[in-house]
């Protein structure tokens, strides 16, 4: 069952529901059709509806014969088919469950199948309960969350719902009775109908998914972020725009950087939308050549520097890629990579920004719809997958950014993720659209935690984001040396589950520095949640927070439907959000980017996440589908690992497992099977 309760309180209420006469009559017909009792009917409907709020198809649940002990557990698969299978079904499960119980098996009454030894604990009573005749015993008599009763006989039967306040609310027991009048009128309806493809759902509620649970509408300015900053660059050009070690750059020394770029990549060769690789470490360099790309009209690629030119090969043929601007000191991999790629063409950083070449504003029309970026994230193929996103989607993004952490004018922001990580554009960029300051975290730095920590001190850092498991290395580092973080304004953790006794030590260590924990997928141009916090919250797991503005996020089950509020589904995304697809990959794209049934023309992602709504109307993170895992805040396909490993000779088969955290927190593949021919 799932827990829906806006205010829990310890208690039992009822709910009763009349099924309407026509209905009724329907229902009897129905049953004499197939040759079962009426009972029979809304019992097939109970396993339905705890089918589909629990998001197994396989439920057990208790039964109250009219006569005899009880609940007796009943087991039953609502899998896909038919009402009529569903109702036949149930019908062998009914009466299979009455004949055991009355085996002469010495079992005490109501005991389930297993007589317990002594000493042993009993095993818990089943969580919904279904009595067919209107069975009246105390639900606090009890261990079950819910129980459905059909009282009033066949002419007028009547659903009486009995819960627990403290697991589910008013508001969600007329929601479950409502299901089972969604479910009878289905079967009544048609019994030989999928009863698979039917929805739960009202009007009102599939209403509330689909419009209340979205992020808020907030119109866009029609500009592309490289224009935002220059819009900043014309009001302060001297202020200092981003740092790194000892050398910095104002926003017009950046900017006049970045326009040389910009204008030297249509000569050589570019062409609106076509990716343009930058292969180099995070520095000054880096940054013009991000706002280069961007100002030129081409989709940015990052290529890290110290990939296998392998690997690099792969990106740049699967993107198409005939132009890479690098820098002296990052080219060791790429020659190799580009040794077999004659028809891509690196350019130097070095030789298009010094001299007297053109340092003003290009300017060339850039759409909204226009293509801004593609990021490689792991494949399971052993392909790693390039999602593209667009200009729309990356404003979006960067405005939430700027909302939910605080990013004004002055603002310090520290870049500290790999470029290859889609974390690390906002965390360039957010800074240069509101007039702030970024500081590029040196590799070295990062790998030292004191170090670390003396680095954004020294850099009056107020923004920050990590991965989860890099803030519990900080935390101990704290633990170990207590010192003030007195400019720190907000920190915000992503790419792995944020555990609720990291946020309690958090707030412990560092109170009054807001903890923002961050969800979203590289193919959805990066975080589409939020959770802001003040404070750890006081009970469960830490959850997703809401959807940002202009960004819709569903759950749903296999056909794309929503499930009922509380129940587990798929999460998928729609809005400005959704990227264009895999880049010359048309069926993965076909696969996971699909059109939004419930507005035609729009993209809708599905990508691997489960999880369920809450009632303060926050997304709860429940776990993934697949073999997806992260590492240190990567998304990384064990299947990708295993195809690396089939490629070593002698290798037959692979397995990887990810097998929990080492010191310092996080998902770490430590178990790795090779079987050798």
């Known amino acids: 069952m799932p827990r829906w309760a806006a205010a829990p309180v310890p208690g039992v209420a009822e709910h009763t529901a009349t099924v309407p006469g026509g209905l009724a009559r329907d229902l009897g017909r129905r049953a004499r059709e197939l040759g079962v009792p009426v009972t029979t009917l809304f019992l097939a409907a109970h396993v339905k509806v705890l089918a589909v709020l629990s998001g197994d198809p396989h439920v057990r649940t208790g039964?109250?014969?009219?006569?005899?002990?009880?609940?007796?557990?009943?087991?039953?698969?609502?899998?896909?088919?038919?009402?009529?299978?569903?109702?036949?079904?149930?019908?062998?499960?009914?009466?299979?469950?009455?004949?055991?119980?009355?085996?002469?098996?010495?079992?005490?009454?109501?005991?389930?199948?297993?007589?317990?030894?002594?000493?042993?604990?009993?095993?818990?009573?089943?969580?919904?309960?279904?009595?067919?005749?209107?069975?009246?015993?105390?639900?606090?008599?009890?261990?079950?969350?819910?129980?459905?009763?059909?009282?009033?006989?066949?002419?007028?039967?009547?659903?009486?719902?009995?819960?627990?306040?403290?697991?589910?609310?008013?508001?969600?027991?007329?929601?479950?009775?409502?299901?089972?009048?969604?479910?009878?009128?289905?079967?009544?309806?048609?019994?030989?109908?999928?009863?698979?493809?039917?929805?739960?759902?009202?009007?009102?509620?599939?209403?509330?998914?689909?419009?209340?649970?979205?992020?808020?509408?907030?119109?866009?300015?029609?500009?592309?972020?490289?224009e935002v900053f220059e819009e900043r660059v014309r009001?302060?050009?001297?202020?200092?725009?981003?740092?790194?070690?000892?050398?910095?750059?104002?926003?017009?020394?950046?900017?006049?950087?970045?326009?040389?770029?910009?204008?030297?990549?249509?000569?050589?060769?570019?062409?609106?939308?076509?990716?343009?690789?930058?292969?180099?470490?995070?520095?000054?360099?880096?940054?013009a050549a991000v706002l280069a790309v961007l100002k030129a009209g081409g989709a940015y690629l990052p290529v890290d520097p110290e990939y296998p030119p392998a690997r690099m090969a792969r990106m740049l043929t699967r993107a198409g890629c005939r132009l890479v601007l690098t820098e002296p000191g990052a080219t060791a991999h790429l020659d190799r990579a580009l040794a077999s790629l004659p028809g891509t063409r690196r350019l130097l950083i070095p030789d298009l920004t010094g001299g007297d070449a053109d340092g003003t504003d290009p300017g060339p029309p850039v759409a909204?719809?226009?293509?801004?970026?593609?990021?490689?994230?792991?494949?399971?193929?052993?392909?790693?997958?390039?999602?593209?996103?667009?200009?729309?989607?990356?404003?979006?993004?960067?405005?939430?950014?700027?909302?939910?952490?605080?990013?004004?004018?002055?603002?310090?922001?520290?870049?500290?993720?790999?470029?290859?990580?889609?974390?690390?554009l906002w965390q360039l960029l957010a800074g240069l659209l509101t007039g702030g300051r970024t500081l590029l975290v040196e590799q070295d730095a990062i790998l030292d935690a004191d170090r670390f920590l003396d680095t954004i001190t020294a850099g009056r850092v107020n923004v920050l984001q990590v991965v989860p498991s890099y803030l519990d290395v900080l935390l101990s580092a704290l633990d170990r040396a207590p010192r003030a973080l007195p400019d720190l304004r907000c920190v915000s953790v992503t790419g792995e589950a944020l555990k609720r006794e990291l946020a309690e030590r958090w707030f412990a260590t560092v109170p009054g520095v807001r903890l923002v924990n961050a969800y979203g997928l590289t193919e959805t141009s990066d975080d589409t949640n939020h959770e802001v916090m003040d404070r750890a919250p006081e009970s469960g797991p830490v959850p997703l927070g809401r959807p940002v503005a202009n960004v819709r996020v569903h759950v749903v089950d296999d056909d794309l439907v929503p499930v009922p509020l509380g129940a587990p589904g798929a999460i998928v995304f729609s809005g400005v959000c959704v990227g264009r697809g895999y880049v010359n990959d048309p069926e993965r794209t076909r696969h996971a980017y699909l059109t939004d049934p419930h507005r035609p023309g729009e993209r809708l992602y599905r990508g691997g996440d489960i999880g369920r709504w809450r009632p303060d109307g926050k997304l709860e993170y429940l776990g993934r589908r697949d073999s997806q895992v992260k590492i240190r805040g990567f998304r990384i396909e064990t299947g990708e690992v295993e195809n690396a490993l089939l490629r070593v000779s002698g290798v037959r088969d692979a397995a990887v497992v990810a097998t929990g955290g080492d010191d310092r927190g996080g998902n770490w593949p430590r178990s790795t099977r090779a079987r050798r021919r």
């Open 63 to 226: 039964y109250l014969p009219p006569a005899g002990p009880g609940p007796l557990p009943l087991e039953l698969t609502a899998g896909p088919g038919t009402w009529r299978q569903l109702v036949l079904a149930a019908r062998r499960a009914e009466e299979l469950t009455v004949a055991r119980a009355e085996e002469p098996t010495g079992r005490p009454a109501g005991a389930g199948g297993l007589c317990p030894g002594p000493g042993a604990v009993p095993p818990p009573g089943p969580e919904a309960v279904f009595a067919p005749a209107g069975d009246e015993t105390p639900l606090a008599a009890r261990t079950a969350v819910l129980d459905v009763a059909v009282a009033g006989g066949e002419a007028r039967p009547v659903l009486r719902l009995r819960h627990r306040t403290d697991v589910v609310d008013a508001e969600c027991a007329g929601r479950i009775a409502g299901y089972h009048l969604s479910v009878l009128g289905g079967l009544a309806a048609d019994p030989g109908a999928p009863h698979h493809r039917c929805s739960l759902l009202s009007p009102a509620e599939l209403r509330f998914q689909l419009e209340e649970l979205a992020g808020p509408a907030r119109p866009l300015p029609d500009l592309r972020c490289h």
């Open 235 to 287: 009001r302060r050009p001297d202020a200092v725009a981003v740092v790194h070690g000892d050398r910095q750059w104002t926003y017009a020394e950046l900017n006049v950087r970045a326009n040389r770029l910009a204008r030297a990549l249509p000569a050589a060769g570019l062409r609106p939308e076509d990716p343009v690789a930058v292969v180099t470490a995070r520095d000054l360099d880096w940054a």
């Open 368 to 424: 909204a719809d226009r293509l801004a970026y593609v990021f490689f994230t792991s494949g399971s193929t052993g392909e790693p997958k390039g999602a593209m996103c667009e200009h729309a989607g990356l404003l979006n993004h960067l405005y939430a950014k700027i909302d939910d952490l605080g990013i004004g004018e002055g603002t310090v922001v520290a870049q500290t993720a790999s470029q290859c990580f889609d974390i690390s």
